[in-house]
């Protein structure tokens, strides 16, 4: 598989570990101390080819993303659940399966910037258990599965589900789900 986007990962053994599974270019971050030529080019490969942000499913890896997203518009997103990127204790998207890093390279989304307000309020995140009740992680954590949009705290959750245009009919179709699989 080869992807046109330009791929910004973390270091250097998450590069051999998407090599080992789509022929891609590929910025490092080099962790979170992302450095003002970096930003550049990002910017850069964002206007010539497109990009694709593929960080740790850690919360290392999601301040990385939200300052790339903050900074620069246009990225595409990839995620990981924790359990895909999971090996002998330590998470990171060097540990995951080829096809796994595959599948969330096809599946990879743009964040919306809009000005729009989104309907789902903190009522209906308590409704569905995602907030404030026993098992609300594993909840989260299976909805960010079932939408794609990978894990989010609870305090993320509401502007993740705003940022990928999540509905409030989308968020209850998604929760059947969720409830479905859900075990605690």
Do not use: W
């Not at 598989?1 to 270091?11: A, S």
């Not at 009522?123 to 909805?143: F, Q, S, T, V």
């Not at 949009?149 to 789900?177: C, V, W």
């Amino acid at each position: 598989m080869q992807v046109k986007e330009i791929i910004v990962v973390e270091g250097r053994d998450d590069v051999s570990a998407v090599k080992a599974a789509v022929a891609a270019e590929f910025i490092v971050t080099n962790g979170y101390g992302i450095g003002e030529d970096t930003f550049e080019r990002i910017e850069f490969a964002v206007q010539r080819r497109g990009v694709i942000v593929f960080t740790d499913p850690d919360h290392a890896g999601e301040m990385i993303r939200k300052r790339i997203a903050r900074r620069i518009p246009g990225c595409r997103h990839a995620y990981l659940t924790q359990p895909e990127a999971l090996k002998k204790g330590d998470i990171g998207i060097e540990n995951a399966a080829p096809d796994v890093i595959r599948a969330a390279l096809a599946r990879a989304c743009t964040i919306l910037e809009t000005d729009t307000v989104s309907d789902i309020t903190g009522a209906d995140l308590e409704r569905h258990r995602l907030i404030g009740y026993p098992g609300a992680a594993r909840r989260r954590e299976l909805l960010g599965r079932h939408l794609k949009i990978g894990y989010a705290n609870g305090k993320q959750l509401p502007g993740r589900l705003h940022g990928f245009g999540i509905t409030g009919i989308e968020l209850d179709s998604a929760m059947g789900q969720v409830n479905l699989d859900f075990t605690p």
